[in-house]
């Protein structure tokens, strides 16, 4: 989507692989979001970042690791993949909201698969 | 902590007929309330929101939505629907800084299938 470019779109990887997501923005905004989508669990949030080198878990987090060193990049890490963490992963971004009225832009995905 | 229920895991109608999924949250404090469409092999699209104001809300592509507080509720209605709306459908919630942060909360999704 438009600001946000997510890679790799798919990957295949086998189990016990370090593997690394990209979110890239080119909006500027404050927040970013990493969420996975599964049938019949809809949208869980793994983990998001609230600044350069803030982040906090979601409900999810188990076995993920996340880092923004800069505002435009926030990459998501699976230290040992599993079967179970194949999936699609959707980056999100946000501008942020004291209010919580914080509209979410969703990026194109990244399908894994772990064998 | 904020939760979503959307009851409708599969529905299926014919073109003009009218469309309600429903959505409840719970949390007691003042929310932030949104429906988010995913066409097939697409990305997630805002549909509409509810931040304050008229809780009747509308959206893109003919879709409405009423928030109702008494109920926790926030159902997305459509008067006559499409084929092009075949989609999942998912409702979300963000409490804001009090209710935990800037986070958005969604719920299990509907499949939307529209038949000809």
């Known amino acids: 989507d438009a600001g946000i470019t997510q890679s790799p779109r798919h990957k295949v990887t086998e189990t016990g692989t370090p593997v690394t997501l990209r979110c890239h923005q080119t909006?500027?905004?404050?927040?970013m979001y990493w969420y996975r989508q599964d049938p019949g669990h809809g949208l869980r949030l793994i983990h998001y970042?609230?600044?350069?080198?803030?982040?906090d878990k979601g409900e999810v987090s188990d076995g993920y690791s996340v880092s923004r060193s800069k505002t435009e990049d926030f990459l998501l890490t699976l230290e040992s993949a599993t079967s179970s963490q194949t999936s699609v992963y959707f980056c999100?971004?946000?501008?942020?909201?004291?209010?919580?009225?914080?509209?979410?832009?969703f990026g194109a995905g990244s399908r894994l698969t772990v064998l | 902590a904020q939760s979503v229920s959307q009851h409708n895991h599969h529905v299926i109608l014919s073109e003009a007929a009218s469309l309600e999924l429903g959505c409840n949250y719970s949390?007691?404090?003042?929310?932030?309330l949104f429906w988010y469409v995913q066409y097939p092999g697409q990305h997630l699209q805002l549909l509409l929101k509810y931040f304050s104001g008229d809780p009747l809300v509308k959206g893109i592509k003919g879709f409405e939505a009423e928030f109702i507080k008494s109920k926790f509720s926030f159902n997305l209605r459509k008067p006559s629907v499409q084929w092009s709306d075949t989609a999942e459908y998912f409702c979300?919630?963000?409490?804001?800084?009090?209710?935990?942060?800037?986070?958005?909360?969604f719920g299990t999704g509907t499949q939307l299938k529209v038949e000809l």
């Open positions: 949390y007691g404090g003042t929310v932030n």
């Open positions: 909006e500027n905004h404050r927040y």
């Open positions: 979300a919630v963000n409490a804001g800084i009090t209710g935990g942060g800037n986070k958005l909360t």
């Open positions: 999100a971004i946000g501008a942020g909201s004291t209010s919580g009225a914080n509209v979410l832009t």
């Open positions: 970042s609230y600044g350069v080198k803030d982040t």
